[in-house]
C-alpha cells in the first residue's frame, strides 16, 4: 500500500524558515518524480513544486522560486521542502503527492503568522 | 502560464442526475490533464488522467473527454458518495496548473 506522510508543519512567523518532510513507503520511491502541492483555508489546489526521480530536475511557481526548495533522499524514501523567507500568504495545508497527484499524503498545516 | 477556467462553480444535482465540468485550457495542452476529487476534510484523489483514462478504482460511471481546448469530467447517474469539490489540472507545462474547482452539492 502506498503511503505518503508529511511532518515538519506548525506556526511560523514571517521571515523564519521551515523544513516539511515526507516519508513514503509501498513503492519504489526513487523510480518517481514528486512534487508539492499546497491549499490554503478554504481556497483550491495550488502546485508549488516538482523534483524529478533523481533530483537531476527541479520546477518551481514563481512566487515560491528562490525561497523555496524542493529536494529528495532517495536512500531514505524521502521528499523535503525547505521553505525560507516565509510569508502570510504561504499559509497552507502543504501535500506531498507522487509526481502528478497519483497518489497523496494527508497533508500538514503551516501557519504563518505573528 | 497556462489558466485553467473550470467552470461552474458550483453544480447543484439531485442523485441519479448525469452532470459535467468542464475545464478550458488557455493553451494547448494536449491530453496533459488530470482530474481530482476532494471531498471535506481530505486529501485529492485522482480520478482521471490523460483527460480521457479512469484511475484505478475509480467508478465506471466516472468519464473524462475532451473537444478541442476544452475538457469535461462526467459522471452518469449521480450518488451521494459523489459529492465533493473537482478540480481539474494541467501538467503540460510548468508551472502546472489547477482549475478553480467545482462544488458538486446536492440539489
Known amino acids: 500500500e502506498v503511503q505518503l506522510v508529511e511532518s515538519g508543519g506548525g506556526l511560523v512567523q514571517p521571515g523564519r524558515s521551515m523544513k516539511l518532510s515526507c516519508a513514503a513507503s509501498?513503492?519504489?520511491?526513487?523510480?518517481?518524480?514528486m512534487a508539492w502541492v499546497r491549499q490554503a483555508p478554504k481556497k483550491g489546489l495550488e502546485w508549488v513544486a516538482y523534483?524529478?526521480?533523481?533530483?537531476?530536475?527541479?520546477y518551481y511557481r514563481d512566487p515560491v522560486k528562490g525561497r523555496f526548495t524542493i529536494s529528495r533522499d532517495n536512500a531514505k524514501s524521502t521528499l523535503y521542502l525547505q521553505m525560507d523567507s516565509l510569508r502570510s500568504e504561504d499559509t497552507a495545508t502543504y501535500y506531498c503527492?507522487?509526481?502528478?497527484?497519483?497518489?497523496w499524503g494527508q497533508g500538514v498545516m503551516v501557519t504563518v503568522s505573528s | 502560464d497556462i489558466q485553467m477556467t473550470q467552470s461552474p462553480s458550483s453544480l447543484p444535482a439531485s442523485l441519479g442526475d448525469r452532470v459535467t465540468i468542464t475545464c478550458r485550457a488557455s493553451?494547448?495542452?494536449?491530453?496533459?490533464l488530470r482530474w481530482f476529487q476532494q471531498k471535506p476534510g481530505k486529501s485529492p484523489r485522482l480520478m482521471i488522467y490523460?483527460?480521457?483514462n479512469l484511475a484505478n478504482g475509480v467508478p465506471s460511471r466516472f468519464s473524462g473527454s475532451r473537444s478541442g481546448s476544452d475538457y469535461s469530467l462526467t459522471i452518469n447517474s449521480l450518488e451521494s458518495e459523489d459529492m465533493a469539490i473537482y478540480y481539474c489540472?494541467?501538467?503540460?507545462?510548468?508551472?502546472?496548473?489547477f482549475g478553480g474547482g467545482t462544488k458538486l452539492e446536492l440539489k
Open positions: 503527492t507522487t509526481g502528478r497527484g497519483g497518489y
Open positions: 509501498g513503492f519504489t520511491f526513487s523510480n518517481y518524480g
Open positions: 523534483i524529478s526521480y533523481d533530483g537531476g530536475s527541479t
Open positions: 493553451q494547448d495542452i494536449g491530453n496533459y
Open positions: 490523460g483527460a480521457t
Open positions: 489540472l494541467q501538467h503540460n507545462e510548468y508551472p502546472w496548473t
